[in-house]
């Protein structure tokens, strides 16, 4: 079946570093997420992206943080500077309608982010 | 908020039990709900999904029906096998509906 891939899948950096995780979506797919799992807690929505731009975000996705797809490549999430409260696996997610009713969501395997 | 509840955080069965999965949201209207199944290195894979009272949603033999009166989307399963064995996630779309609040998962080991 259609597959979301995520690289790198694990990422080691130092705390105010800056780090890029990398998602290639379905390629038919038109909306694109972004999840943190903290080991033991819940799988939680980060944002949402449509058509270039930010559809939706929730608290947990600070100022720090930023989404973007040039030219139909990678759907990337930056965190700069990255704190060490954001060690976390972050899972990418692309569908092609709206993923809160109707669309089946495809998951990628994650990237487990480890801040020092 | 709306939120989704999931009681069991490890079940462990023999091949051959039934299974129950208990999943309880609260949230206004008719949200939608789903069920996914995440096995070890991969991300949640999507198994199926309901959105008005009383319909049934079922995949790979398992399924859940919604219902509005208690609030629940329990998943089950008449006969589980070993393969089975992975994380089960009750989810619920959001009010705008452009995103699903996942469950906290529930961990399922099936042994011969």
């Known amino acids: 079946g259609p597959k979301v891939l995520q690289i790198p899948s694990h990422q080691i950096i130092d705390m105010g570093q800056m780090v890029t995780l990398n998602c290639d979506p379905v390629?038919?797919?038109?909306?694109f997420y972004w999840y943190k799992q903290i080991l033991g807690q819940q799988m939680e929505f980060l944002v949402n992206?449509?058509?270039?731009?930010?559809?939706?975000k929730s608290k947990l996705f600070k100022d720090q943080f930023s989404v973007e797809r040039p030219d139909g490549s990678y759907f990337t999430l930056k965190i700069q500077p990255t704190a060490l409260e954001d060690s976390a696996v972050y899972f990418c997610?692309?569908?092609?309608?709206?993923?809160?009713?109707?669309?089946?969501?495809?998951f990628g395997p994650g990237t487990r982010l480890t801040v020092l | 908020g709306d939120s989704v509840t999931q009681t069991e955080g490890q079940v462990a069965l023999s091949e051959e039990d039934f299974l129950t999965i208990h999943c309880n949201y609260s949230?206004?209207?008719?949200?939608?709900l789903f069920w996914y199944v995440q096995y070890p290195g991969e991300g949640p894979q999507f198994l199926f999904r309901?959105?008005?009272?009383?319909e049934k949603g079922s995949s790979r033999g398992f399924e859940a029906t919604y219902d509005k009166g208690t609030t629940s989307f329990h998943l089950r399963k008449a006969s589980v096998q070993e393969s089975d064995s992975a994380v089960y996630y009750c989810?619920?779309?959001?009010?705008?509906?452009?995103?699903?609040?996942f469950g906290t998962g529930t961990k399922l080991q099936v042994v011969p």
């Open positions: 390629s038919n797919h038109l909306y």
């Open positions: 989810a619920l779309g959001s009010n705008s509906g452009t995103y699903q609040r």
């Open positions: 949230a206004s209207g008719y949200p939608a």
């Open positions: 309901a959105s008005r009272d009383k």
């Open positions: 992206f449509y058509n270039g731009k930010v559809m939706e």
């Open positions: 997610a692309s569908s092609l309608g709206l993923g809160g009713r109707y669309a089946e969501q495809f």
